[in-house]
């Protein structure tokens, strides 16, 4: 029993992961978008959602104590709201000053979530955000049974809505943009706007998932969101096959899976003095598997289904 | 306000300027934003403080300071050898990763994400190897000499203006009047045309990989001298170097050295205003500013 | 004396689809010649891939007795062959000066200067301000540094893609003009053209190519007769490329 709940929190954590993947995919996978600053967007999303659901506390602003479901509708605006300023300032240049400004929005954040106490909590973060079914908080696996299968039930939700969105018009022409932006712009796409609005949407997904974490784990602080969340997302995606949407469920469960495994694996090996830096081990054994991927197979374990020429050449004939 | 501040500001803008050289040489020539910059600067400061164990091991009197210097000679010549290592470890990434890239015709962004996953794993092996517990170059401690109108140096910190002062001069010599420089200016504008010409792209890739990691390794040391040695020293650094690569014009040496030293003074007088916790935003703030009024930079060509 | 020989070249960006589908033909030292054809022929592709810039698939290519095949464009240059770009054919954020050292750079160093002399003395419209950033030159005068960066290295070969492309009739004519003189010096001379009528006018002989293959190889006094060409260039696309 106490592996089944301890198998149940492993997925829900995984799953939370497979959102921010799924986000990733809609920024990178469809539209071709470099994003360095995953973390930055994972961590307001939870700190937004977190303010807003928390019971009012002395010691800072915000504890409004409202529902859960509120705080993850704020948390996708604002992470929607900050991607559309960095899209709007950014997508007119070339493609690598989104990444450097994105790797700047994580570090800048980062540093808000240390700093502003009276907002954040500090380096110490919050503590006491309500958890869905607290109410069973004391039997484990009935706890985290309910809470994979709503994690899943918004993974599920996120990904038959995203499915769907790609293979409408406006999915379609992202694709196109992505692809050819001299064809695509012929037919009368925008690519700049159809680019800031895919980067808007991937945005507000990362968001959501740091409320679904914050509000399952219960506790958040400045340290959840290091360059090294940005990190792990990104091996996910490529792993799982960029551009696919299963992909990115598939690539966040098996890159977590691995991620568990060799951290229990490190702390059964290693004395504990040494744990601190087996750790890093893990990290250089992810960072050399991303770039092996990108040299021999960048498509990923799923690869895109390729549609793209046939429906282009569709809608050639339309018009 | 304290003018203390301009010369602290001078001091890290140096750094900032000389690492931001390799990266905005590699930024233009080999096109593409190179995240694993930073982490050359980390990896020069330790690969000199290894070579200085090393040499300490052989030959204790080199490790003696020479006045008014906290460092013996001991330390240049380690700092050769570190930029040797630099070099080859820079040289190596290439030929296994980006030149492979280059020669499949990847994309630039994928270039950079390969250039991404490069810097985890190269920070964390230094993690492992040397174990996050900060390195010092020297134990002696430096009195602070006056220098009139309330600012104050050490002998170690002059050294250091006056040697970033002498390389950019050097640097930017080369590149505006020898054929090696002119041959980079080639490859940055267009490399198809470059071959066409007679220049051989792979050997001007080689020197910008040469320059860069040099500049990075002398960085990575100074930083080491005035602060102290970590594995994430490079990291930190690297929005600084982006931010002043950018505001100085991609491809321009005396706009990064520029734009380092606007960011270290930017930095400086910012922590005393508002205080030492907010230092690494300014870069982004900069960064911003940049992006939205002038995103060529102060000495950069327009995007065709 | 053979200068430039192919022998079944096929060429493209794609191993599967390529454009220039086997290719061979002979020019001789300061022979002239033009290679013609309709738009989407893979003319641009041929010359690009002697000259290194396109991956070749299969056959040879040799440069003055040499087996070149697959060479890089650096290596090519430094084996006697000039080749100038259509479009992008120098740096524009380089000067008049730079863009000829650099090509200069090849020759042994006491030759550089007096080469860079002989080259602004043979075009005075660069001659007349060396230092000026090349980027503020007109479109013909671009082609001229293109052209005078490729003879600086006194090449086997000069190859030219579409000199005449985009420029005004009377820069054209300027243009022919400078490649008449440059033909008139014993430069083997291989120029890619839309502009029919100019290119037989200075060529002795002319290439045709459809479809990524040779459908002619002649002197070009045969092919004034408009008609014979109509009839190689298949269908309606000849006449606009007769004009």
């Known amino acids: 029993m106490e592996l089944l709940a301890y198998a149940a929190f492993f997925l829900t954590i995984a799953l939370t992961y497979a959102i921010i993947s799924l986000g990733l995919n809609v920024q990178w996978g469809q539209t071709g978008l470099f994003n360095v600053g995953i973390a930055g967007f994972v961590g307001l999303g939870a700190y937004v959602s977190a303010a807003l659901t928390t019971p009012d506390a002395a010691e800072r602003i915000g504890g409004f104590d409202l529902p859960i479901a509120l705080g993850w509708l704020a948390a996708m605006a604002a992470g929607g709201m900050l991607a559309l300023a960095v899209g709007l300032l950014t997508l007119r240049m070339r493609s690598d000053y989104l990444a450097i400004t994105t790797f700047g929005i994580a570090v800048a954040l980062q540093l808000v979530f240390q700093n502003t106490e009276s907002l954040t909590g500090g380096a110490f973060g919050m503590a006491f955000i309500p958890r869905p079914f607290a109410a069973l908080q004391g039997q484990a696996f009935a706890f985290n049974a309910l809470n994979l299968a709503l994690t899943a039930a918004v993974v599920l939700v996120l990904y038959l809505l995203l499915e769907h969105l790609l293979r409408s018009p406006w999915g379609r022409a992202l694709r196109a943009v992505r692809e050819d932006e001299t064809a695509a712009q012929a037919l009368g796409k925008n690519p700049i706007l159809l680019r800031i609005q895919a980067f808007a949407l991937g945005g507000a997904i990362m968001a959501l998932a740091g409320g679904v974490q914050a509000h399952f784990i219960g506790f958040i602080a400045p340290g959840n969101y290091l360059p090294m969340m940005t990190f792990q997302v990104w091996a996910m995606l490529i792993v799982g096959g960029s551009g696919n949407n299963r992909g990115a469920i598939l690539g966040a469960v098996l890159v977590w899976a691995i991620w568990a495994l060799s951290g229990a694996l490190i702390s059964e090996v290693f004395p504990a003095d040494q744990q601190a830096r087996a750790a890093s081990l893990q990290i250089v054994v992810i960072g050399v598997m991303l770039c092996a991927i990108l040299l021999w197979r960048p498509q990923g374990i799923l690869p895109e289904v390729r549609s793209v020429s046939r429906h282009l050449g569709h809608r050639n004939k339309d018009k | ?304 | 004396m053979t200068a430039l020989s192919l022998a079944d070249l096929q060429a493209g960006y794609d191993p599967d689809l390529p454009i220039v589908k086997g290719v061979s033909f002979t020019v001789k030292k300061g022979e002239a010649v033009c290679i013609l054809g309709p738009n989407g022929a893979g003319k641009s592709t041929m010359i690009k891939a002697v000259a290194g810039l396109v991956r070749s698939f299969g056959g040879q290519v040799h440069l003055g007795g040499r087996d070149v095949t697959g060479l890089a464009s650096h290596v090519l240059v430094r084996n006697g062959m000039g080749f100038v770009p259509q479009t992008e054919n120098i740096f524009t954020r380089l000067s008049i000066t730079e863009n000829l050292q650099i090509a200069a750079q090849l020759l042994p160093r006491q030759d550089r200067a007096g080469r860079i002399e002989a080259m602004l003395d043979m075009f005075p419209d660069l001659g007349s301000r060396p230092r000026e950033l090349a980027g503020a030159l007109s479109g013909g005068q671009r082609q001229m540094l293109a052209a005078a960066r490729a003879l600086l290295t006194e090449p086997q070969v000069l190859m030219l893609d579409e000199p005449s492309a985009g420029l005004s009739p009377k820069l054209v004519a300027q243009v022919f003009d400078t490649l008449r003189r440059i033909s008139q010096t014993g430069v083997t001379l291989i120029l890619v053209e839309q502009n029919v009528r100019a290119a037989l006018a200075l060529t002795d002989r002319a290439l045709v190519l459809v479809d990524g293959k040779l459908a002619h190889d002649g002197p070009t006094d045969a092919l004034h007769d408009g008609k014979f060409l109509g009839e190689l260039f298949l269908g309606n696309r000849a006449d606009e490329a007769i004009r």
Request: glycine share 14%.
């Open chain 2, 1 to 304: 306000m304290n003018p203390q501040a301009i010369i602290d500001g001078l001091i890290s803008g140096s750094t900032i300027g000389l690492g931001a050289i390799g990266l905005t040489l590699t930024y233009s020539i080999l096109r593409f934003a190179n995240f694993t910059h930073g982490d050359f600067l980390a990896w020069g400061a330790y690969l000199t403080l290894t070579v200085a164990g090393v040499l300490g091991g052989l030959a204790a009197g080199l490790g003696a300071p020479v006045y008014p210097f906290s460092f013996g000679w001991g330390l240049p010549l380690a700092m050769f050898g570190g930029v040797v290592l630099t070099v080859a470890l820079t040289l190596g990434l290439d030929r296994i990763l980006f030149g492979r890239l280059r020669a499949r015709g990847a994309d630039a962004i994928i270039v950079v994400m390969a250039s991404f996953g490069a810097s985890m794993a190269l920070r964390s092996l230094l993690e492992f190897i040397f174990t996050a517990k900060p390195a010092y170059f020297t134990k002696a401690l430096q009195i602070a000499k006056p220098l009139g109108l309330g600012m104050r140096a050490t002998p170690d910190q002059l050294l250091m203006i006056g040697l970033t002062a002498l390389l950019v001069l050097a640097l930017h010599l080369l590149v505006t009047r020898s054929a090696t420089g002119r041959a980079m200016r080639a490859v940055s504008e267009n490399p198809g045309l470059a071959g066409v010409y007679g220049v051989d792209v792979d050997k001007v890739i080689r020197v910008t990989w040469i320059i860069g990691a040099s500049m990075a390794c002398i960085a990575g040391v100074m930083a080491g001298l005035l602060v102290q040695i970590r594995p994430y020293m490079g990291f930190d650094l690297l929005l600084p170097l982006f931010s002043a690569a950018i505001l100085g014009g991609i491809g321009s040496i005396p706009g990064a050295m520029l734009g380092g030293l606007i960011i270290g003074l930017a930095e400086a007088f910012a922590v005393q205003i508002v205080g030492a916790e907010w230092r690494a935003a300014i870069s982004f703030i900069i960064l911003v500013l940049v992006l939205m009024l002038r995103p060529q930079g102060l000495f950069g060509q327009r995007e065709a």
